[in-house]
């Protein structure tokens, strides 16, 4: 069964900390994205790459960084956490020329 | 940018009932797609719709993509309680762009 992996569900953090957020498939898939989910304001994305060593700012990059070493991990940094950052964080992947999207379960991040 | 407009927010209907979900757009996509989404869960892709006035048949489910592929159309006929979860569309201005999603309907079935 063909899977993207988010490595934790649910992570608590500090103000100031900085987080990491990691996403693997195992699918082989060249492009990779992280989005954002809120209530009321749905999924908005913060960055995506391409394929490995690439990324793209979404619509709402400040405050994050993104780093794609191998093709298969993604992973969504919080230089400095901070409490409007409290949020659903989704990544998902998709092979090149293909139309879906496959997400992982999501992290809800809660920043106190 | 938001650039999907779906609407209604929220639907409350009951078990056998028929409902419509709406997807409007002033661009013009590539493609549209359809995800359901559960709590604690991640969006699931239901169907991509890519040719004007196209319709796709899921079991209870009917999809249409607008003449103009500006907009678009869910329809679940004699809804059932597993219809319940959070439906999302999603556009694709151009090939290979991320996806833009819009803020969802949530759809509760009551029996």
């Known amino acids: 069964d063909v899977k993207v992996t988010q490595s934790s569900r649910y992570l608590v953090k500090r103000t100031g900390e900085k987080v990491f957020l990691e996403c693997v498939q195992d699918?082989?898939?060249?492009?990779m994205f992280w989005y954002r989910q809120d209530p009321g304001l749905g999924l908005r994305l913060i960055y995506f790459?391409?394929?490995?060593?690439?990324?793209e700012k979404g619509d709402i990059p400040e405050g994050y960084s993104v780093s794609r070493e191998k093709k298969e991990r993604f992973s969504l940094i919080l230089e400095s956490a901070s409490t409007n950052q409290t949020s659903m964080y989704l990544c998902?992947?998709?092979?090149?020329?293909?139309?879906?999207?496959?997400f992982g379960s999501g992290t809800r991040l809660t920043v106190v | 940018t938001q650039l999907l407009e779906q609407s209604p927010q929220f639907l409350s209907i009951q078990e056998g009932e028929n409902l419509t979900v709406y997807c409007n757009s002033s661009?013009?996509?590539?493609?549209l797609q359809w995800y359901r989404q559960e709590p604690g869960e991640g969006p699931v892709l239901l169907v991509t719709?890519?040719?004007?006035?196209e319709v796709k048949k899921l079991k209870r489910l009917t999809f249409q993509f607008g003449d103009a592929r500006k907009d678009s159309s869910l329809h679940i006929t004699a809804a059932q309680p597993g219809d319940t979860g959070l439906y999302l569309c999603?556009?694709?201005?151009?090939?290979?762009?991320?996806?833009?999603f819009g803020k969802g309907t949530s759809l509760l079935v009551t029996p």
């Open positions: 998902a992947s998709r092979r090149i020329g293909a139309y879906g999207y496959t």
């Open positions: 699918m082989d898939h060249e492009n």
């Open positions: 790459s391409y394929d490995v060593k690439m990324k």
């Open positions: 661009s013009v996509f590539s493609s």
């Open positions: 719709v890519v040719t004007g006035g």
């Open positions: 999603a556009g694709e201005l151009n090939s290979g762009y991320a996806l833009n």
